[in-house]
């Protein structure tokens, strides 16, 4: 089979493919198979943040004995460049030990595979933000060339339309299975509606010239939906939010309402849209629009709104 011929039975593979976590897997067996290495792993970090990366990984025959290995990357290896860069990397064993970036396997030494030579590549989602990486390691025969790179950049490139057509897909059902805002019956109280205990703390916890420490609020929180107020900036209120569940259907006749995420995922569903928001990203919700939040992870977020708003809503 020619290099294309082979490029092509992988595009298929790859676009056959019906969740991230199968595309994970596709590439990183094709990714393996096609370069030829006995190791291979693919992983994507959505929001930066490795602790909830979903990873992949391939292991020939030789490497059998480690099949089991379950030790998830940290970001802390010096794959961490790729991501970071957004470069290709390829070194032999000797330029991989000699690197500057080099940790060995830190507490996984022992229990990790061993390596020989390094190949490893970007994995870019929409508009070439870097998402994730692809990674070889031991090549069948000789060091990784310059056409090994090449072709896996080229498998990258398949495999990141894929990624993310099957993350609009997911976005678009979410959209899809958003309701419409429910009508309280009759002679219901609201609490009734809500899926979720919600502790609202809605008088401020600290006063001007009085240190904020935000870890500390949300390392004690116990609670499923807690909403602190934790200062008052002149007409303003900053809220912390410590969620997970889901809020009610409202909205806010007279304020518009800010949302940042610090932690976690958080989504605002709309009327016909969902809006999902990773860490470091905001978004207002304009007043008199109709809402509802949601977290389906424990999720920190930071709110800003007028002091009149009330947020459980109008």
Same mark, same amino acid.
């Given at each position: 089979?020619?290099?294309?011929?082979?490029?092509?039975?992988?595009?298929?593979?790859?676009?056959?493919?019906?969740?991230?976590?199968?595309?994970?897997?596709?590439?990183?067996?094709?990714?393996?198979?096609?370069?030829?290495?006995?190791?291979?792993?693919?992983?994507?970090?959505?929001?930066?943040?490795?602790?909830?990366?979903?990873?992949?990984?391939?292991?020939?025959?030789?490497?059998?004995?480690? +099949?089991?290995?379950?030790?998830? *990357?940290?970001?802390?290896?010096?794959? &961490?460049?790729?991501?970071?860069?957004?470069?290709?990397?390829?070194?032999?064993?000797?330029?991989?030990?000699?690197?500057?970036?080099? =940790?060995?396997?830190?507490?996984?030494?022992?229990?990790?595979?061993?390596? +020989?030579?390094?190949?490893?590549?970007?994995?870019?989602?929409?508009?070439?933000?870097?998402?994730?990486?692809?990674?070889?390691? #031991?090549?069948?025969?000789? !060091?990784?060339?310059?056409?090994? !790179?090449?072709?896996?950049?080229?498998?990258? =490139?398949?495999?990141?339309?894929?990624?993310?057509?099957?993350?609009?897909?997911?976005?678009?059902? /979410?959209?899809?299975?958003?309701?419409? *805002?429910? &009508?309280? &019956? /009759?002679?219901?109280?609201?609490?009734?509606?809500?899926?979720?205990?919600?502790?609202?703390?809605? !008088?401020? /916890?600290?006063? *001007?010239?009085?240190?904020?420490?935000?870890?500390?609020?949300?390392?004690? %929180?116990? #609670?499923?939906?807690?909403?602190?107020?934790? %200062?008052?900036?002149?007409? %303003?209120?900053?809220?912390?939010?410590?969620?997970?569940?889901?809020?009610?259907?409202?909205?806010?006749?007279? $304020? #518009?309402?800010?949302?940042?995420?610090?932690?976690?995922?958080?989504?605002?569903?709309? $009327?016909?849209?969902?809006? $999902?928001?990773?860490?470091?990203?905001?978004?207002?919700?304009?007043?008199?629009?109709?809402?509802?939040? &949601?977290?389906?992870? /424990?999720?920190?977020?930071?709110?800003?709104?007028?002091?009149?708003?009330? *947020?459980?809503?109008?």
């Amino acid at each position: 089979m020619t290099r294309d011929e082979s490029l092509k039975a992988v595009s298929d593979a790859i676009a056959s493919a019906r969740s991230i976590t199968e595309l994970l897997e596709v590439i990183t067996e094709k990714a393996r198979e096609l370069v030829g290495a006995h190791q291979a792993t693919t992983s994507v970090v959505f929001g930066g943040n490795w602790a909830k990366a979903v990873h992949a990984v391939s292991l020939s025959d030789k490497y059998s004995a480690w +099949r089991a290995y379950d030790e998830r *990357p940290d970001g802390s290896g010096i794959y &961490r460049l790729v991501y970071q860069l957004s470069l290709p990397m390829r070194l032999t064993q000797a330029e991989l030990q000699a690197h500057s970036a080099w =940790r060995g396997f830190g507490a996984a030494a022992g229990r990790h595979p061993p390596m +020989r030579g390094w190949l490893a590549v970007p994995l870019r989602g929409r508009g070439g933000q870097n998402i994730g990486l692809i990674q070889l390691s #031991d090549k069948y025969e000789g !060091e990784f060339s310059q056409e090994d !790179e090449t072709l896996l950049v080229e498998l990258e =490139r398949l495999a990141s339309v894929t990624l993310e057509n099957l993350r609009r897909s997911a976005r678009e059902q /979410r959209r899809r299975d958003a309701v419409a *805002p429910p &009508r309280p &019956r /009759r002679g219901e109280e609201a609490a009734m509606e809500t899926r979720t205990p919600y502790s609202i703390n809605l !008088e401020p /916890r600290y006063a *001007p010239l009085e240190l904020i420490d935000f870890q500390a609020l949300v390392d004690a %929180c116990k #609670d499923a939906w807690y909403n602190q107020t934790l %200062c008052r900036v002149n007409d %303003c209120v900053v809220r912390l939010g410590v969620l997970e569940g889901e809020f009610h259907w409202h909205k806010h006749d007279k $304020e #518009d309402e800010f949302f940042y995420v610090i932690d976690g995922h958080f989504e605002i569903d709309l $009327e016909g849209r969902t809006v $999902e928001l990773r860490p470091r990203q905001g978004f207002t919700v304009p007043k008199a629009v109709i809402h509802r939040t &949601r977290a389906p992870e /424990r999720t920190v977020v930071l709110m800003i709104a007028g002091a009149s708003v009330v *947020p459980t809503g109008d």
